[in-house]
């Protein structure tokens, strides 16, 4: 599958994409969402393990920008029953630029149009404004919130977020 926006090539992403998909980890490790996530990987052989398992998913996409050949983030999705839970990591270099809300936007419409996707969810911490803010403007609703912890110290208020198209129509 690939899609181009008028910035953006979206792809689906392949085994040979682990050394781009580390350069990302290593980024969001380093960067202050770090405690609202479970930690990603920094070995070779494990990011080449789980960059494999993400691409025998089909649900995960790379993002470049068109006029480079430079992975800059990832979207990905979980399919869970008749709904599909949204994740997605940028590099700190590319915030801020409407790439996320782009590519997002972009991989909705298209489960939508081309595989009759109408349901969507999404959780993250409460005080990650950035985030929130994002899937607010794709039209995500936060429905509740739920006390989180990945290590069973640092607890966080993360909100569950849903997107209907089905009552958006």
């Not at 494999?52 to 993002?63: E, G, M, P, V, Y």
């Not at 782009?102 to 419409?109: D, F």
């Not at 969810?121 to 509740?144: H, M, Q, R, W, Y």
Request: hydrophobic content about 40%; aromatic content about 14%.
């Amino acid at each position: 599958m690939e899609i181009k926006t008028s910035r953006l090539y979206i792809r689906n992403l392949c085994e040979a994409d682990w050394a781009e998909m580390k350069n990302i980890f290593i980024d969001f490790n380093n960067s202050k969402y770090a405690i609202y996530d479970m930690p990603l990987p920094t070995e070779d052989s494990e990011i080449k393990a789980l960059t494999k398992r993400f691409a025998d998913s089909n649900l995960f996409f790379t993002i470049s920008l068109l006029d480079k050949n430079k992975m800059i983030g990832y979207v990905c999705f979980h399919k869970n029953e008749d709904k599909f839970d949204l994740g997605y990591c940028f590099h700190s270099a590319y915030h801020l630029n409407g790439y996320a809300y782009e590519s997002t936007n972009a991989l909705i419409e298209y489960l939508n149009k081309e595989c009759g996707v109408t349901s969507f969810t999404a959780g993250t911490a409460i005080d990650n404004v950035p985030s929130c803010k994002l899937l607010e403007k794709l039209g995500f609703v936060c429905v509740s919130n739920e006390t989180v912890s990945f290590d069973g110290n640092f607890l966080f208020q993360g909100g569950i977020f849903i997107l209907d198209l089905k009552l958006a129509n």
